[in-house]
């Protein structure tokens, strides 16, 4: 069977290598990446439970018309002239009260002195304001400042009741309706990322060695390539190990904890939702680690079956039979005796 390149692995666990380093810097300053983030907050309606601006309730009762059927000639087309009137002043007066109050929920977030977003990296804690404001389809994110997730914890609970405490109404989390529920997924959260970014470093790691190692490979094969082949094997392995298990947690407690806020945050108008960017890159870098692991995996079972990657075939093997063939025509001297004789 055509020998593979051995640019085939070194080609692919660069690739890895640069995409999980993406995934594990991501956020790390403001700006930077900012899509890919694991799970992102959605603050900018929270505590709507608060006004009641806007709603059912407040819209105006229509006007009965039928007052107006008893009343004949000029009185009966002025009554109907009127409440038509009227019926129309009070849908412009429903339609400013809406506009009153979806102004007031775009602006809720800051008048409460928190951000309209936070989003959670891999190491960071980004937070920030939408432009051109929260309501808009597709609004970009302004980041204002990044917090130290890994070191310092992914607490988001204690950023927002840090900015409700020193805003303008000094108002904490329970005022806003907090469950139970909700902080226990939070916390969770919290708990289960420091794992993940752990994994995540170790799985770096280990795909840098795995690319050093495939590139060292071109020298050593020559020299040992058993030891080479082997190497490369182990380091591919653990990388893509460390991988899977980080992109498995990450994924896992991402969609957890994005349905778990939805389901218990609705109410006081906290919603999250994952980053499909670093779901994306990170399982592209496992399916590239993958292809390098499989393709060391390959040579080993070749090596063992005796067949080499050295194109100058066996050199080992070679060497061995031309120094035994070279005193091959040699007399065979077994049978001299070399004894001295007395004279």
Known sequence: MKRLPIGIPIVASLAAFILILLALLAGSRPGFMEEYDLVAFNTSGLGQNLINIGNDN??????????????????GRTCTSATAAIDSLQSDIADRVNDIGNEVADELADRLGIHEFYSLHALTICEGDYAPNATTSGADRNVTECHKGFTEGYNISALLDHGLRVGPYRLTLADLGFTDELQDAID??????????ALLIVAVGFTGLSMLASIAALVLIPHNERKAVLVNLILAGAALSFMVLSGLIGTITASIATDKVNENGDD????????????????????????TFGYWLWQFLRHR???????RGPRKYARDSEESGAYGDRPNMSGINFSRTRR
């Open 58 to 75: 407040d819209e105006p009762t229509p006007t009965d018309s039928s007052l107006c059927d008893g009343i004949g000639g000029f009185l």
């Open 305 to 311: 079956n005796g067949k080499t990657m050295d194109p």
């Open 188 to 197: 969770t959260l919290n708990k289960v990322l420091k794992a993940f970014t």
């Open 268 to 291: 006081i108008g906290l919603s999250s939702s994952m980053g499909t960017g670093y779901l994306i890159i990170t399982w592209v870098a496992v399916g590239l680690m993958l292809v």
